[in-house]
């Protein structure tokens, strides 16, 4: 059974840093991209970054700059430093196996993209 359990959310202040982790097992972690998505209350999901095998790394507009996902294939590990967090970075994050970049090249939420992901956790940015 694929299992992503992600770690490291919590409340930070405007400007702040925060760094996530997603642990992986189940699965061939080192054959597998894997993306971060993030939903804030009352909103649809929005794709924030994906890396693939090979360690290339895509973001989303709104965060690009600020967000680095990396990965360590020896602990099945996903990370993802956020750096200068705003309010509107506010949100549910969770990670996900893909197979896909649709959202990165259109712009919007492609849902196909994603396949096993965990149940998230909560980053709240207010001062």
């Known amino acids: 059974e694929k299992q992503l359990v992600e770690s490291g959310g919590g409340m930070v202040q405007p400007g702040g840093s925060l760094r996530l982790s997603c642990a992986c097992s189940?699965?061939?972690?080192?054959?597998?991209?894997i993306a971060w998505v993030r939903q804030a209350p009352g909103k649809g999901p929005e794709w924030v970054s994906t890396i693939w095998t090979d360690g290339r790394t895509f973001y989303g507009d709104s965060v690009q700059g600020r967000f680095i996902t990396s990965r360590d294939n020896a602990k099945n590990t996903l990370y993802l430093q956020m750096n200068n967090l705003k309010v509107d970075d506010t949100a549910l994050y969770y990670c996900?196996?893909?197979?896909?970049?649709?959202?990165?090249?259109?712009?919007?939420?492609?849902?196909?993209?994603?396949?096993?992901r965990g149940q998230g956790t909560q980053v709240t940015v207010s001062s």
């Open positions: 189940g699965f061939n972690f080192t054959s597998a991209d």
């Open positions: 996900a196996t893909t197979n896909g970049l649709g959202s990165y090249y259109y712009g919007s939420f492609h849902p196909e993209d994603f396949h096993s």
